[in-house]
Every structure is written in structure tokens, then in C-alpha cells.
């Protein structure tokens, strides 16, 4: 298996980029099928190395945020939201996004808080305060992405707010769905 965890880091490590760029559509299950095929494997083959395979994504897009520190947050909280195993399909049949429950379970990277913030419950009431702050703190990958920013990514961006995270419940959002509308004019 030694030999096979190598060929699996070496194929995962050559789609860093095509990863990176699919990263707000990626589960782990979409890395192993691709990996599978870049093998030439058969689908499903992947399967039984799946711990393994999280623990290289891990790994490899943690080293990507230590380059570039400006943007270190953001994609760690991407990954974060995008690669959960067992999250359901939303419009397409790649596209995901992590409940606060299970970036709450994440590894420990994912229960540090540099703020200090512990874990709340997430029936937490949501304030329009809270909305607010949570977009400022992501206005400007609205503005530079606004051509991409539909409502919904908008909701999954604010719910990736290491903040609000864990104690947002994607139905929250959902019904002040009207306040991030009016918060974020797209051009």
C-alpha cells in the first residue's frame, strides 16, 4: 500500500492547480474519481484509501496557504466548507457546502480560533449585525468576483466565517435571505 499512497500523492500533488481552481465545487469523492482516472483505475478503487486521501488534500492545500498569507484565510476556509465527504449536491452535481455541525467535528486545525471564539450552539440568534459583519469582512472577494456572486454563493460565503460558522445554520441565512440582498449590490 506504500507504493500505492505514493502514486496517490503524486497524482493528487500534479492536479494541485485544476483542484484549487474547482475548489468551491470539490468533495473528496470528486478528488478520488479524478485521481482514478489520472490513474487509470477503476472507479471506486480509490475508496478504501480515503482517509488517506483526505489527510494529502489536507496537507497539500495547508502548504498552498502558507504561500500566500494575504489570501491564507480564505482558501482554508474554502476547503473547509467545500470538502466534506458526506454533504449532499445543491444545484449541480459537484457543488457543496459543509454544515457548521461538520466543520465543527473538523480536525484541529478547524477548531482553532485565533479570536478566541468558542463553539456556540447553532440556534444561536442571528442578528443583522452579525450579516453585516460578516459581509465586510468578505466585501472585497465580493467586489473582485462579483461577475461569479450569486445569492447563494453569497450565503455559502458568509457561512464560511469562521465567526458566524459555527453557530449559522445555512436556514438562518436563507430567511434573511432579503438583508444580504439589499447589503450587496452587484454591479
Known amino acids: 500500500t506504500r507504493g500505492r499512497e505514493a502514486e496517490i500523492m503524486e497524482a493528487l500533488r500534479a492536479r494541485v492547480p485544476f483542484f484549487k ?12 474519481r479524478t485521481l482514478e482516472k489520472d490513474m487509470d483505475l477503476k472507479i471506486n478503487s480509490l475508496d478504501p484509501h480515503k482517509k488517506f486521501i483526505r489527510q494529502c488534500v489536507d496537507k497539500v492545500f495547508s502548504g498552498c496557504d502558507n504561500e500566500n498569507t494575504d489570501n491564507a484565510s480564505e482558501r482554508a476556509e474554502a476547503k473547509v466548507d467545500n470538502l466534506s465527504e458526506d454533504a449532499q449536491p445543491m444545484l449541480g452535481s459537484n457543488k457543496i457546502s459543509s454544515s457548521p455541525d461538520e466543520q465543527g467535528a473538523r480536525s484541529s486545525e478547524t477548531d482553532k480560533d485565533p479570536e478566541g471564539v468558542k463553539n456556540h450552539s447553532s440556534g444561536s440568534n442571528i442578528t443583522e449585525a452579525m450579516i453585516k459583519k460578516a459581509i465586510d469582512k468578505r466585501a472585497s472577494y465580493f467586489r473582485e468576483n462579483s461577475e461569479f456572486c450569486k445569492n447563494l454563493k453569497m450565503e455559502q460565503r458568509i457561512i464560511v466565517n469562521r465567526r458566524l460558522a459555527r453557530m449559522l445554520v445555512r436556514k438562518q441565512v436563507k430567511a434573511l435571505k432579503e438583508l444580504v440582498k439589499t447589503l450587496i449590490p452587484l454591479n
Request: glycine share 8%.
Open 21 to 32: 481552481k474547482q475548489a468551491d465545487y470539490l468533495t473528496l469523492e470528486g478528488v478520488r
